[in-house]
T-cell receptor
Framework: NAGVTQTPKFQVLKTGQSMTLQCAQDMNHNSMYWYRQDPGMGLRLIYYSASEGTTDKGEVPNGYNVSRLNKREFSLRLESAAPSQTSVYFC???????????FGPGTRLTVT | KQEVTQIPAALSVPEGENLVLNCSFTDSAIYNLQWFRQDPGKGLTSLLLIQSSQREQTSGRLNASLDKSSGRSTLYIAASQPGDSATYLCAVLYSSASKIIFGSGTRLSIRP
């Protein structure tokens, strides 16, 4: 039982490049989340998916797109990376009510 | 504006002491509150979740309380150990699962 897994662990992009961050969970959870964590800003929700086929914007969705591929997988795409997107990205999952969240190990992204 | 505050930002205590970490929130219409631990360079580990109808939750040496009327939650750690050194974060979930607000965390150091 791996819990929540994320790939890659580290990534360096140049401004304007695109990439997809992958997330998968094996806990049969319905809900999945993408966060970014920045020094002094805490964790902020980017996108949320309540179930397969549904996604909702969080606090900071601009510059990102998501896909809920199936119940297990939730990907985050940066179409044209910007230095402001340098951050640590975390994926999480939870069951419906009470929404206790379980986090992956994170992806450290640097955009130069 | 809904805000979650954790004070102090950092705390250092000698091993063996009992200690309390604080989490304050401005909007008391919460769905649940979750406490996490984060080790440097790692993801978040769930410690305790308190639903809005509950007053406290316990797990081993940890006890979390919730007082919605005053907008406060506390995490009590008994008989602290060096292995408890980490950053502790609280997160408040509101009625919409896409409305989750994290505090900035308290960095705890336990001195041997």
């Amino acid at each position: 039982n791996a819990g929540v897994t994320q790939t890659p662990k580290f990534q360096v992009l140049k401004t304007g490049q695109s990439m997809t961050l992958q997330c998968a969970q094996d806990m049969n959870h319905n809900s999945m989340y993408w966060y970014r964590q920045d020094p002094g800003m805490g964790l902020r929700l980017i996108y949320y998916s309540a179930s397969e086929g549904t996604t909702d914007k969080g606090e900071v969705p601009n510059g990102y797109n998501v896909s809920r591929l199936n119940k297990r997988e939730f990907s985050l795409r940066l179409e044209s990376a910007a230095p402001s997107q340098t951050s640590v990205y975390f994926c999480a999952s939870s069951e419906v009510s009470p929404y206790e969240q379980y986090f992956g190990p994170g992806t450290r992204l640097t955009v130069t | 504006k809904q805000e979650v505050t954790q004070i102090p930002a950092a705390l250092s205590v000698p091993e063996g002491e009992n200690l309390v970490l604080n989490c304050s929130f401005t909007d008391s219409a919460i769905y649940n509150l979750q406490w996490f631990r984060q080790d440097p360079g790692k993801g978040l580990t769930s410690l305790l979740l308190i639903q809005s109808s509950q007053r406290e939750q316990t797990s081993g040496r940890l006890n979390a309380s919730l007082d919605k009327s005053s907008g406060r939650s506390t995490l009590y750690i008994a008989a602290s150990q060096p292995g408890d050194s980490a950053t502790y974060l609280c997160a408040v979930l509101y009625s919409s699962a896409s409305k989750i607000i994290f505090g900035s965390g308290t960095r705890l150091s336990i001195r041997p």
